[in-house]
């Protein structure tokens, strides 16, 4: 099996098996090094991730799909870890969604995820409208049964994320959406919901006949006090850490940041940030070197 064969494998039978498989999201390769040195099962590149912290930008579809495509090749290359990238709403139309499998499909990548937000779309967890337009259930169809017929190999994951909670369409709706996606082809379904009470979720649970048929895949972000294995005991297949490592990155660097300020001098902040030996440890940088030295 090449790496991505495992990848892929590693990822549908982590899926398949009973205890869910627990993502953390990534904005860039070292972050993708240490979530797999902390013992997770996958990695989420996330769009929020790196609208962010890579180009600074709102998560407004702003990032095209080739900026994607190469923070994901460089975070690929950092882990054994499974994949899983966030390709929002796979970029415009049903060709973007189709060229968006075949690009990460041929980088090795073990997965996506596609949601059905229109172009532009907003992040989901942004307070705006409380209801507002999804592509249409049958378009978005559309684009996941041709996107599945363009994909290559057997063992790509095309998990299809339904926005209707967050949409304020309700749990009628998810389930025909949830239903309608699985029907062209789907891998997974990424159920999104920020209620803070999983009141949503668990109507979703009892009302979708795919639950423990199809994978299923939690961001629990805004319900964040139910652990992996509540979840999972819910009905839960993956559970996606979304972005806490981007907000730890950004409160300490704010913290680093405003202590240097203060005290202008860089012992000030010694004892609040790794030392420069574990970053050289974290790239290897003494096995690299002892590879180029010649023998004496
Ligand atoms: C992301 O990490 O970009 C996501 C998850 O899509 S969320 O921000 O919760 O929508
Ligand atoms: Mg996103």
Sequence with gaps: MNTAERKRSSLRAGLADSSPVVAV????????????SSGFDA??????????????????????????????????????????????????????????????????????????????????????KTVRELIPREEQARRIRAAKAAQETED???????EALIAGHGVAAACERADAYVDAGADAILIHSKDKTLSEIEGFLSEWSGVGVVPLVAVPTLYPTFTVDHLGAKGFDMV???????????????????????????????????SVDHIFELVRTQEAIAREEVPA
């Design 25 to 36: 999201g990534v904005h860039d390769a070292m972050t993708a090094q240490l979530v797999e």
């Design 43 to 128: 990695i989420w590149v996330s769009g929020l991730g790196v609208s962010t912290m890579a180009y600074a930008v709102p998560d407004l579809n702003l990032i095209t799909m080739a900026e994607m495509l190469e923070a994901t090749r460089r975070v690929d290359a950092a882990t054994d870890l499974p994949v899983v990238v966030d390709c929002d709403n796979g970029y415009g139309g049903l060709t973007n969604v189709v060229r968006t499998v075949r690009e990460f499909e041929r980088a090795g990548i073990a997965a996506i995820c596609v949601e059905d937000n229109t172009f532009p779309k907003r992040n989901s967890l942004f307070e705006g």
């Design 156 to 162: 790509f994951v095309f998990i299809a994320r339904v």
């Design 240 to 274: 996606i850490f979304a972005n806490q490592t981007m907000r730890a990155a950004v409160q300490a660097t704010e913290q680093t940041l405003e202590m240097l300020a203060r005290e202008l001098y860089p012992a000030a902040v010694d004892p609040s940030i790794a």
